[in-house]
């Protein structure tokens, strides 16, 4: 009777942390997105350009492709999180995030995703790491990555800009915490990159 007893109040406390946990350990899925805005006055463009351009999916080096947010726990070793998950697989969500950005600039007189013959420059890129970091008791979003302007009809590079930031996570340290860090950081340095492509239309050499 005691065995009895004791076995029914096991599975009933079972049941009850299997509940909890379906309630508690569920997944979340996080944004690229900034409230921030490119200065344009500072970029100095009165009007678009006559040049038509498209932009290309962004390639992401292979470790930061799937959609789970990596940690970057020791110098030769990352771990994913199981619970934490880009919305957007990082190729489109990079990608999408560029584009809005270089509308926003309004540069070009005419700017798609759509591939096209007519291209007169062709923005494309890597993500070479994009990563939550932990050294001892402080931690980080880092990102890395080149940017490319190319000429649409004879492939030659115009601009590479090459960068590699990171910022402290501070306060709380939640994982949207992070996902806002990383979004500033894609922001400040494709605002960067779409600058130098301004300036090489507004100064042209020779």
Request: hydrophobic letters at 40%; proline letters at 3%.
């Amino acid at each position: 009777m005691k065995t009895t007893k004791l076995l029914f109040l096991l599975l009933c406390t079972t049941f009850l942390l299997n509940c909890g946990s379906r309630t508690t350990l569920i997944r979340k899925y996080y944004l690229l997105e900034s409230k921030l805005r490119p200065d344009t006055d500072l970029m100095g463009i009165t009007e678009p350009f006559a040049v038509n351009a498209e932009i290309r999916d962004f390639r992401i080096a292979l470790p930061y492709q799937d959609a789970r947010i990596p940690l970057r726990s020791d110098d030769n070793e990352l771990i994913y999180y199981y619970f934490h998950y880009w919305a957007v697989r990082p190729s489109e969500a990079v990608t999408r995030f560029v584009h809005d950005l270089t509308l926003q600039c309004n540069i070009f007189q005419r700017c798609s995703r759509t591939a096209t013959d007519h291209a007169d420059v062709i923005i494309s890129g890597e993500i070479r790491s994009m990563e939550r970091v932990r050294v001892r008791r402080d931690e980080y979003a880092h990102v890395s990555g080149v940017f490319l302007l190319t000429d649409g009809k004879t492939g030659k590079i115009l601009i590479e800009y090459d960068f590699n930031r990171r910022m402290e996570l501070k306060k709380k340290k939640t994982m949207n915490d992070f996902a806002e860090l990383v979004s500033t950081i894609l922001f400040y340095e494709t605002e960067e990159f779409l600058f130098r492509v301004a300036d090489l239309y507004l100064y042209p050499q020779g």
